[in-house]
């Protein structure tokens, strides 16, 4: 930046003289060497201390998934960092295995006469074998 304010004063200086409001003489450019002083200490020193410092640190509001359930994921509906609200789909699994096991239970419980509930404690798997 201080070489930039600098080629620019130089610039105007050059079109200063160009036009004759400036006299094209030694003293006129050593003018550079003040200028450049004034930069550094008047604008570009003090710009340093309020300036910030230190560590920086981003803030994020992530919170981890933890499944209750077990299975294969066949799509993700989220993209990464998108913002999701309590009850949006974020992964769908496959549902065969699911799908099987009621199957299982359903005829376990019709073969039997026994109530659902009383086969999923003793054992359907998931896979549709009947314990």
């Known amino acids: 930046m ?18 004759g409001l400036v006299p094209n003489s030694k003293g006129t450019w050593l003018t550079v060497i003040p200028y450049m002083l004034i930069l550094v200490l008047g604008f570009f020193i003090p710009m340093q201390w309020g300036a910030p410092g230190g560590d920086v640190r981003t803030l994020t509001w992530s919170v981890p998934i933890t499944p209750n359930v077990v299975g294969e994921v066949i799509e993700v509906a989220v993209v990464p960092n998108q913002s999701v609200k309590a009850g949006d789909v974020l992964f769908k699994l496959d549902p065969a ?13 019709r073969a039997g006469g ?17 314990l």
């Open 2 to 19: 201080i070489v930039f304010f600098t080629v620019a004063y130089v610039l105007l200086l050059v079109v200063l003289t160009k036009i």
């Open 114 to 130: 026994v109530a659902p509930r009383a086969i999923q404690s003793t054992g359907c798997t998931a896979g549709g074998i009947c």
């Open 97 to 109: 295995p699911y799908q099987a096991g009621a199957r299982c239970t359903r005829s376990a419980a």
